[in-house]
Structures are given as structure tokens and as C-alpha cells.
């Protein structure tokens, strides 16, 4: 029996070139070694978007687009809507119990999060608990690998604290420990050179950009602001165009030789730009051309099928988790409840 990895995304937008090199190419191998399953988060993303649903509604089949533009194979992978699966919230339920509420102000990521949201002393009560529905999400599937970056750490510390807790309590082995898998290849830097490449910064190139859009955002990179004339030597350090080419570009070779001429002084930034735009038209045409050929009912039918899979397998772990903590009062006929 091949491990379960399972990651998720909330559906907020496009995914772009930070996603590709952060998680996606990552799952692209990794469902070739493990039963994979891809979460779109769209319950999670509510927390933060409950008051404009439509916000979340509009990019779910946006991102399994992309998923599959990029080599995701339903085949291979399963991709369900987290909303759709009953056994998580009522996982979530059980788990509630086994958690402190000091505990969940001292996850460092939600901390984070809830000073950048100026909640004040009006956190909503689903925000703070988002991470115990994540330990739901990864427990239902009893998975053991969790591909994620750095700031998911503290959930799955969580999530491995409730198992224990769990299993302890209740006397049983039932639920599974999962480890993090530290996948990206780092953090992509956005076109204006601030540390990340999001959505919300505007400052980044979507896997679904036209070449036009691609080559303007290309040419509007930062690079190096003391770098005025060819002949000046330039840096980079902190040059945009330098971490896209290190991302993107095969030819490493070609690439010292070029930050090596480009420290001299002697090569401008068009050139730059240009081979720059050059490399990332030939990744992304396929790509888009991929996501322009699904129709809006492939990508239902691809998380129908998946949904339905998810949510059988969710429920067997309900099953279990309710007759480790005594409440399966049906027996084996709770089992007819699984419905779908
Ligand atoms: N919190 C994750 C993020 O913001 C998304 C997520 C939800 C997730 N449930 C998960 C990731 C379970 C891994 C496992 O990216």
C-alpha cells in the first residue's frame, strides 16, 4: 500500500510561477510514488472570506484548471471541494475537545495572520480553529506526508498532537501521525522585488497570463536601480530578473556567465528581459494551452469523480474515530449512512 500525501490550496485565485515551483511541480512527481490527494480548501478559504463567498466560488475550478494544466493527473490524484465532505466538520468537532484555546492563540502562523488581519479582540471563533480543521483534513485520510512550506509547520504539529491525544484518550490506534515534507525549491520573489510573489501584491505572473501580459510584466521587472547605463556594472543580489532566470532557465551555465558580465557592466537589462521572456513563453504555452482546452464540464467531472472518492474514504474514518470514542449507536449499520 503506497502513503497518502495530501496538501491543499484555498481557492483565492490563479496560481502562478510562485505556486509552480513552490508546490505544483512538486506534486506532479510526487503522485507517480504516493496515493495522492489534493484538497481545494475552499472551507478554510471562508474563514477568512466568509462575508464574499463568491470570491472562493469563482476561483475552485480555476485552480483545479491549473492543476491540471500543469501535469496533475486525475488519474493519479485525487481532487475534491473540502466543503463537500461531511466527515470533516464532523472530525473537526471531536478534535474541538482535545485542544486548549491557549493552545490555538500560540500557533505562531494564526498569530501572525490575526495581527496582520486587525481582528483586535474580535478573532471569529472559526479563524482560530482553522488549524484543528486542517488536522481534520489530514487525518480523514490517514495521511503520513504533507507536502507544504514553512508556515504550515505549526498545523501539523497540531494535528499531531491531537492524534496522540486521540489515540490516548480513546484507546486506540486509529488515527495516523503525519510528517511534513518540505517541498518547494523556496520562495519565488515578485516582479517588484518584494519577498513573495502573491495575488494580492499584484506581482506575479499567472500560469494563465497571456504573452502579452507576460512580456509587459517581464519588461516591468525590477532589476538593479543603480544600474543606468549598459556599461555600468550591476547587481544580482536582489535583481529579479537574475532569481527568474535561476528558477526558470535550464542552462545554468549560461547563467553564471551572464551574472559574471552582468557584475562588469557590459549587458543591459533588455537583453536580459528578453531572454528572460524568451524562457518563460516556452514554459507557460503549454501550460495555457492545456488549461484553454479543458471545458468548465471536464473540470466538474474530474471533481465529481474525486469528491466522491474523498468522501467515502473520509467517512470510513469517522466510522472509526465514533466507534473509538463509543457513539456508533447503529453498529455496523452506521456504516450505511456513507451515502454518495
Ligand atoms: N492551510 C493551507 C494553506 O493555506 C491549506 C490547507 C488546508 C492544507 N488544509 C490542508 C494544507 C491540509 C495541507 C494539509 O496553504
Known sequence: MKKVVLTGDRPTGNLHLGHLIGSLQSRVKL??????????????????????PQK???????VVADYIAVGVDPQLTTIFIQSQIPALPELTAYYMNLVSVSRLERNPTVKAEISQKEF?????????????????DITAFKAEVIPVGEDQLPMIELSNEIVRRFNRVYNTDCLK?????????????????????????????FLSDSPEVIKEKVYSMFTDPDHLKVSDPGKVEGNVVFSYLDAFFEEKDEISSLKEQYRCGGLGDTVLKSLLNDVLQKKLRPIREKRESLSKNDLIEICFDGTKKAKSVAQKTLVEVKKAIGINFFGEKSDNFVIF
Do not use: W
Not at 503522485?31 to 464574499?52: E, K, P, R, S
Not at 472562493?56 to 480555476?62: F, G
Open 31 to 52: 503522485q507517480h510514488i504516493y496515493d495522492q490527494y489534493i484538497m481545494i480548501a475552499d472551507v478554510q478559504a471562508l474563514t477568512d472570506y466568509f462575508g464574499n
Open 56 to 62: 472562493v466560488i469563482s476561483n475552485v475550478l480555476e
Open 120 to 136: 483586535g479582540e474580535s478573532v471569529p471563533a472559526g479563524f482560530l480553529c482553522y488549524p484543528i480543521s486542517q488536522a481534520a
Open 177 to 205: 501521525e503525519s510528517q511534513a515534507y518540505l517541498s518547494g525549491v523556496g520562495r519565488l520573489i515578485g516582479t517588484d522585488g518584494k519577498a513573495k510573489a502573491s495575488k494580492s501584491l499584484n506581482n506575479a505572473i
